[in-house]
C-alpha cells in the first residue's frame, strides 16, 4: 500500500476509535474534578533533586514535603509534569522523567488532592521552540509509523498513570509547539497537515483512555500574537482537535505588566477567533527579583481568572523548586540557596 494510503487508513482508524469509546469506557473513565481555576506548579524536576538528596523548607525553616509546602502555604492546587520517551535516567535534570516516575510524582500530587497535568514531548529530552528531536527509537520512521508511536506511546503513558490510580486532569500533546513538532515531518513551517494530524493522533489516544481529559495544545511566546494566530489558526485549518490553548510567559521585572497585558489580549482574541479555553502552562522570573515576581504571578492570576465565560483555566509556574544555578544556571525558581523559598509563590494566596 502506498505511503500516503496508509496514512489514511490511520487517520480513519483513529477517528474511529474516538467515535466508538466516546465516554472513555475502555481506560480510566472521568477524571476527579479540576478546580475551577488552577493555581499550578511545574514539579517535574522534584523527582530527579530528591533522587540526589535534596530536601526543601519552608519560609519558616522547617523541612517539609515540597508538594505539602506548595499546597499549604501557597494555594497551590495543581501540578505539570513533563514525560519523556525514552530519557537517560541517570540525567536527572534533562532526563529521568519516563512514564514511571512521572507517575509515581503524579500519584504523591493525587494524594494530596492536587489536580494534575501531564506534558508530552514526544522526544527523549527537551522539547521547545528551537528543538522538537524524535526519540532516537523513532530516527527513521515513516509518518505512518511516527503516528502510530505518538498514539502507542500516549496510551502507555495514560495507562501507566491509571497503574497509579491517577486520571490526569489535562494532557499537553507537545512542549512549546511554536513550529510543530517531531520535526522535520511535523514541522508547522513545513508541513501543516502534518502537524495538525500528529496532534489529533496525540488527542484521541488521550481521549480514547479518558474522554474527560482536557488537551492543549502549548506555545512560547504568550506576548507574540503572530506566532499564536499562526500556529492556532494552522491546526484549526487542517483539522486539528484539542481543549485548551496553553501558553509561557517569561518576562523580565522590566517589562512584565505590558507582557501581560499583552498577552491577556492575546488569549481573549484567541478566545473569540477559536472558541477554546486558555491555560498559561508556563511563567517564571528571576529568583533575586521575589517582590516582582510576586506581582506578576498576582497580577497573571488575577488578569487570567477574569477572562470572560469561565475561559480562563489556570496559571502554573515552572520548576519553582529549582535552587539558583540549577541544571547548569536556571535562576527561575523560587527557592533559594539556603533550602528556604523566596516570596515569589505568595502572589499565587488568594
Do not use: C
Not at 11 to 40: E, H, T
Not at 100 to 122: D, F, I, N, W
Not at 161 to 187: C, F, R, Y
Not at 259 to 273: E, G, H, S, Y
Amino acid at each position: 500500500m502506498k505511503t500516503g494510503n496508509r496514512t489514511m487508513v490511520f487517520a480513519m482508524l483513529i477517528l474511529l476509535s474516538s467515535l466508538l469509546y466516546p465516554f472513555g469506557s475502555v481506560g480510566l473513565g472521568a477524571a476527579s474534578a479540576a478546580p475551577a481555576f488552577a493555581k499550578g506548579a511545574d514539579i517535574s524536576w522534584v523527582a530527579g533533586m530528591e533522587a540526589q538528596g535534596m530536601s526543601w523548607k519552608d519560609k519558616k525553616g522547617v523541612r517539609r514535603d515540597i508538594l505539602q509546602i506548595l499546597r499549604d502555604d501557597y494555594q497551590i492546587n495543581a501540578v505539570r509534569i513533563r514525560v519523556w520517551v525514552n530519557p537517560d535516567m541517570k540525567d536527572y535534570a534533562s532526563g529521568y522523567m519516563n512514564a514511571e516516575k512521572a507517575a509515581e510524582l503524579a500519584q504523591r500530587a493525587k494524594k494530596l488532592g492536587m489536580s494534575v497535568m501531564l506534558t508530552l514531548h514526544y522526544s527523549d529530552s527537551w522539547a521547545d521552540p528551537g528543538q522538537q528531536n524524535k526519540p532516537y527509537a523513532w530516527r527513521n520512521f515513516t509518518f505512518t509509523q511516527l503516528m502510530d508511536a505518538v498514539w502507542s506511546h500516549t496510551v502507555y503513558v495514560m495507562n501507566t498513570m491509571k497503574s497509579k490510580g491517577v486520571t490526569p486532569d489535562w494532557v499537553q500533546i507537545g512542549n512549546e509547539t511554536n513550529n510543530g513538532m517531531l520535526w522535520e515531518d511535523g514541522k508547522a513551517s513545513v508541513n501543516m497537515k502534518n502537524y495538525a494530524w500528529l496532534v489529533n493522533t496525540g488527542n484521541n489516544a488521550v481521549k480514547s483512555v479518558s474522554s474527560s481529559t482536557k488537551t492543549i495544545v502549548h506555545l512560547a511566546n504568550g506576548d507574540n500574537s503572530s506566532v499564536l494566530n499562526w500556529n492556532i489558526g494552522g491546526l484549526i485549518d487542517n483539522g486539528a482537535q484539542f481543549d485548551l490553548i496553553g501558553l509561557s510567559l517569561y518576562p523580565s521585572p522590566a517589562d512584565w505588566q505590558g507582557k501581560v497585558d499583552q498577552t491577556i489580549t492575546n488569549a481573549n482574541n484567541l478566545i473569540a477567533k477559536y472558541g477554546k479555553g486558555i491555560v498559561i502552562s508556563e511563567i517564571g522570573m528571576e529568583y533575586n527579583e521575589p517582590a516582582a515576581s510576586k506581582a506578576f504571578i498576582f497580577a497573571i492570576k488575577t488578569k487570567v481568572r477574569n477572562i470572560g465565560g469561565g475561559k480562563g483555566t489556570g496559571v502554573f509556574y515552572w520548576e519553582p523548586a529549582a535552587t539558583p544555578g540549577y541544571n547548569q544556571g536556571y535562576n527561575k525558581g523560587a527557592w533559594q540557596a539556603d533550602g528556604k523559598p523566596t516570596s515569589a509563590l505568595e502572589g499565587f494566596i488568594n
